[in-house]
T-cell receptor, first 112, second 118 residues
Framework: LAKTTQPISMDSYEGQEVNITCSHNNIATNDYITWYQQFPSQGPRFIIQGYKTKVTNEVASLFIPADRKSSTLSLPRVSLSDTAVYYCLVGDPMDSNYQLIWGAGTKLIIKP | GAVVSQHPSWVICKSGTSVKIECRSLDFQATTMFWYRQFPKQSLMLMATSNEGSKATYEQGVEKDKFLINHASLTLSTLTVTSAHPEDSSFYIC??????????????FGPGTRLTVL
């Protein structure tokens, strides 16, 4: 399983764009990159998933460079409610252990 | 998106008693369900993988006789913490993966159950 490295914490302000980068140097050919959000005392919530280049949905964008050794979750115009822990997971969806190893995540704090 | 519920959302029990936590997929059939444990300010730790109609697969270090898992249907999995002790106090979270075999299947998580053992 590819190991991921994320910053432990980040601060930003309301209305700003926030970019959280995840390093996954030993990502395998069949691996996808998935990001989850978790609020205190709640289960994680799926944000976005991608394989290469750029993926965008209604809440975020995911940028993946050509070598796929890192990825960046981009949250546009954050609000206070985006304060949460964000997890980056890498794995092969067809692997029985897909997405089961969770790193420490990035604690994002949004200030007014 | 797919919805997973857990019941109860929180429970307090005395040491030595057993507690059952239910995990239900409300709008999809979960062929596989996962049970996690999360201690304060820590990440999720996988406890076991549960496939409908078969025995659960436990992670190393998780006592299968203490944490009983049953996945009797495609929409329900239960975790029973037997003879609970204060060190079992934690946040227990389940997730489900739907049938269909899509390459980009993701896990859908329940809201979690806070267990406090006195």
């Amino acid at each position: 399983l590819a190991k991921t490295t994320q910053p432990i914490s980040m601060d930003s302000y309301e209305g700003q764009e926030v970019n959280i980068t995840c390093s996954h140097n030993n990502i395998a050919t069949n691996d996808y990159i998935t990001w989850y959000q978790q609020f205190p005392s709640q289960g994680p919530r799926f944000i976005i998933q991608g394989y290469k280049t750029k993926v965008t949905n209604e809440v975020a964008s995911l940028f993946i460079p050509a070598d796929r050794k890192s990825s960046t979750l981009s949250l546009p115009r954050v609000s206070l409610s985006d304060t949460a822990v964000y997890y980056c997971l890498v794995g092969d969806p067809m692997d029985s252990n897909y997405q089961l190893i969770w790193g420490a995540g990035t604690k994002l704090i949004i200030k007014p | 998106g797919a919805v997973v519920s857990q019941h109860p959302s929180w429970v307090i029990c005395k040491s030595g008693t057993s507690v059952k936590i239910e995990c239900r997929s409300l709008d999809f059939q979960a062929t596989t369900m996962f049970w996690y444990r999360q201690f304060p300010k820590q990440s999720l730790m996988l406890m076991a993988t549960s496939n409908e109609g078969s025995k659960a697969t436990y992670e190393q270090g998780v006592e299968k006789d203490k944490f009983l898992i049953n996945h009797a249907s495609l929409t329900l999995s239960t975790l029973t913490v037997t003879s609970a002790h204060p060190e079992d106090s934690s946040f227990y979270i389940c997730s489900g993966v739907g049938a269909g075999g899509r390459v980009t299947d993701t896990q859908y998580f329940g809201p979690g159950t806070r267990l406090t053992v006195l």
